[in-house]
């Protein structure tokens, strides 16, 4: 006979955190939000932890090289999606090791023989007014000049004049080089009066341009997430079908982590996954599994040798595998269990084994909720799709600027790998929706004001840590109607949209 549970599983929405006493030293700056990727030993540190308890989602429509860095500045981590060929994942992994903060590769770039007409074409088109004029008119030819909008004088010069009569020559240029830190380039910014410096390397080639404003953004992002080269840190997704050949792959373009991206982690071929990385790499490449929702799914993965385990099935906004195929559970009653099965193991072996609620964050609350339920840190996609920085088209829908997202499981991303459970090496049928989210503007303004909600909260449950979230927290599942009393209610409201999140 199947096995009945006794009890629903439940969401975060139907969840509520009960305040605890606040000393006055209990305030948002003082909560740390650093929290732990990967297993360690008892008494040892995490070969990798974050500074913000946030991933973005191993999606196509999500997680790119811009997003990475954008959230690497910010403390956190971004797992580059898998659904695409092994050389485009690995050259977007190598584009975030390879992007020095502060030092941007030039994409408006001119030939001396252009003409006035073009740049101011290319200024239309770009927005920007720093344009190297190289030999071939790449981002890395041999550097000849500078022009800047101080270069030309529109209302007094033909359309017809060369680049080669108004730039800049490169004799008269200021020039950092290769070997150059932020710091000395920006000696030069200083001593020089410059507002931009181009950086070439011995053969005179351009190699990037740091700007005087970057510098001013650079030194605002306390959280930032280096490794030890100082170099952003990056994930990203394999699949249990040809990890033998793109695990090398990443790891060579420099991946600090890796995660095993599929819709249901309790299963063999994760196991064959994990141990083919084991016997090539040992304990060297970090990876993380899933997703399971239980206790067993949990211990079966940790036995693997996860080094992080995803919490999730069928919560994602975009997903419809438990309208498809019926399974999964409440996530928040996923995580609970599955914290506590972590909490055992910890217990017996003296192995903390991170995890990530993964999927269903609907309000910024859903976060600390997951975090005081026992969550390491979680795994948005919706979130992070709607900035600026996610790889899709913004477009303007109905009067309002929307961003476009899809899952992973429709038919438009066909990530066959993340759902096939073997033989078929198709998409048989959708798991997820192709859909529009609104616009939300900056990952960096957005990501602030959500940390500061979780610290805010934090502070109101008496926890300086997330440790101290799980240990303090009290937490009260709610009635239906106390639901509809947590919203404003009996009020006309003027402005919805500023109620979002
Ligand atoms: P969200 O943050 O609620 O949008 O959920 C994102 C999560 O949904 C991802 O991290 C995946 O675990 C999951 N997911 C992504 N694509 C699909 C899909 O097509 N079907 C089901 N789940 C998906």
Same mark, same amino acid.
């Given at each position: 006979?199947?096995?009945?549970?006794?009890?629903?599983?439940?969401?975060?929405?139907?969840?509520?955190?009960?305040?605890?006493?606040?000393?006055?030293?209990?305030?948002?700056?003082?909560?740390?939000?650093?929290?732990?990727?990967?297993?360690?030993?008892?008494?040892?540190?995490?070969a990798i932890a974050m500074n913000i308890p946030m991933v973005s989602a191993i999606m196509q429509s999500v997680s790119d090289d811009k997003m990475a860095v954008a959230l690497a500045k910010e403390g956190g981590v971004?797992?580059?999606?898998?659904?695409?060929?092994?050389?485009? #994942?690995?050259?977007?992994?190598?584009?975030?090791?390879?992007?020095?903060?502060?030092?941007?590769?030039?994409?408006?770039?001119?030939?001396?023989?252009?003409?006035?007409?073009?740049?101011?074409?290319?200024?239309?088109?770009?927005?920007?007014?720093?344009?190297?004029?190289?030999?071939?008119?790449?981002? !890395?030819?041999?550097?000849?000049?500078?022009?800047?909008?101080?270069?030309?004088?529109?209302?007094?010069?033909?359309?017809?004049?060369?680049?080669?009569?108004?730039?800049?020559?490169?004799?008269?240029?200021?020039?950092?080089?290769? #070997?150059?830190?932020?710091?000395?380039?920006?000696?030069?910014? @200083?001593?020089?009066?410059?507002?931009?410096?181009?950086?070439?390397?011995? !053969?005179?080639?351009?190699?990037?341009?740091?700007?005087?404003?970057?510098? $001013?953004?650079?030194?605002?992002?306390?959280?930032?997430?280096?490794?030890?080269?100082?170099?952003?840190?990056?994930?990203?997704?394999?699949?249990?079908?040809?990890?033998?050949?793109?695990?090398?792959?990443?790891?060579?373009?420099?991946?600090?982590?890796?995660?095993?991206?599929?819709?249901?982690?309790?299963?063999? @071929?994760?196991?064959?996954?994990?141990? @083919?990385?084991?016997?090539?790499?040992?304990?060297?490449?970090?990876?993380?599994?899933? !997703?399971?929702?239980?206790?067993?799914?949990?211990?079966?993965?940790?036995?693997?040798?996860?080094?992080?385990?995803?919490?999730?099935?069928?919560?994602?906004?975009?997903?419809?595998?438990?309208?498809?195929?019926?399974? &999964?559970?409440? #996530?928040?009653?996923?995580?609970?269990?599955?914290?506590?099965?972590?909490?055992?193991?910890?217990?017996?072996?003296?192995?903390?084994?991170?995890?990530?609620?993964?999927?269903?964050?609907?309000?910024?609350?859903?976060?600390?909720?997951?975090? $005081?339920?026992?969550?390491?840190?979680?795994?948005?996609?919706?979130?992070?799709?709607?900035? *600026? *920085?996610?790889?899709?088209?913004?477009?303007?829908?109905?009067?309002?600027?929307?961003?476009?997202?899809?899952? *992973?499981?429709?038919?438009?991303?066909?990530? @066959?790998?993340?759902?096939?459970?073997?033989?078929?090496?198709?998409?048989?049928?959708?798991? &997820?929706?192709?859909?529009?989210?609104?616009? $939300?503007?900056?990952?960096?303004?957005?990501?602030?004001?959500?940390?500061?909600?979780?610290?805010?909260?934090?502070?109101?449950? &008496?926890?300086?840590?997330?440790?101290?979230?799980?240990?303090?927290?009290?937490?009260?599942?709610?009635?239906?109607?106390?639901?509809?009393?947590?919203?404003?209610?009996?009020?006309?409201?003027?402005?919805?949209?500023?109620?979002?999140?």
């Open positions: 006979m199947a096995f009945y549970y006794d009890q629903p599983s439940h969401t975060f929405s139907e969840y509520l955190l009960v305040p605890g006493y606040s000393s006055s030293e209990c305030i948002p700056s003082a909560v740390s939000l650093r929290t732990p990727l990967v297993k360690y030993k008892k008494g040892e540190e995490p971004s797992f580059i999606y898998g659904s695409q060929s092994i050389e485009s #994942q690995a050259a977007m992994v190598a584009r975030v090791k390879n992007h020095k903060a502060g030092f941007v590769v030039s994409d408006s770039n001119i030939t001396p023989d252009m003409k006035l007409s073009q740049v101011l074409e290319l200024v239309a088109r770009t927005g920007h007014s720093t344009m190297p004029v190289t030999e071939d008119g790449t981002a !890395n030819g041999r550097l000849l000049g500078m022009v800047t909008s101080r270069d030309y004088r529109v209302s007094r010069m033909s359309p017809e004049t060369l680049v080669s009569e108004f730039m800049t020559p490169f004799d008269k240029l200021i020039v950092g080089h290769e #070997q150059d830190t932020l710091s000395d380039c920006n000696d030069l910014i @200083w001593e020089h009066k410059l507002n931009q410096l181009p950086i070439i390397d011995e !053969n005179q080639h351009l190699l990037y341009l740091v700007f005087r404003k970057d510098y $001013a953004t650079h030194k605002e992002n306390p959280d930032e997430l280096l490794d030890s080269s100082k170099r952003y840190i990056v994930g990203a997704g394999i699949n249990t079908r040809d990890y033998a050949q793109r695990v090398p792959a990443l790891i060579e373009a420099g991946a600090d982590v890796l995660c095993i991206d599929s819709s249901e982690g309790f299963s063999e @071929w994760q196991k064959r996954t994990i141990a @083919w990385i084991r016997a090539r790499y040992g304990d060297e490449v970090k990876v993380g599994a899933g !997703n399971v929702v239980d206790r067993e799914g949990f211990r079966f993965l940790a036995e693997c040798g996860a080094d992080f385990i995803k919490v999730g099935i069928g919560g994602g906004s975009i997903c419809i595998t438990r309208e498809t195929k019926g399974i &999964g559970r409440g #996530q928040a009653t996923a995580v609970i269990e599955v914290a506590k099965a972590r909490d055992e193991y910890f217990e017996q072996t003296g192995i903390y084994i991170p995890i990530c609620s993964d999927g269903g964050i609907v309000y910024d609350y859903h976060i600390t909720l997951a975090l $005081a339920m026992g969550a390491d840190f979680v795994m948005l996609g919706r979130y992070f799709s709607r900035f *600026e *920085e996610s790889p899709t088209a913004k477009l303007m829908v109905n009067g309002t600027y929307v961003k476009e997202y899809w899952g *992973e499981g429709s038919n438009r991303a066909r990530n @066959w790998q993340r759902y096939d459970l073997g033989g078929a090496q198709k998409l048989s049928f959708e798991e &997820g929706v192709d859909s529009y989210v609104p616009y $939300a503007g900056t990952l960096k303004e957005n990501v602030n004001l959500t940390c500061y909600k979780i610290k805010s909260t934090m502070c109101n449950c &008496g926890a300086l840590s997330i440790p101290e979230l799980q240990q303090k927290a009290r937490l009260t599942l709610v009635s239906a109607t106390s639901i509809v009393e947590g919203g404003a209610h009996d009020v006309i409201v003027k402005d919805k949209s500023s109620r979002n999140n």
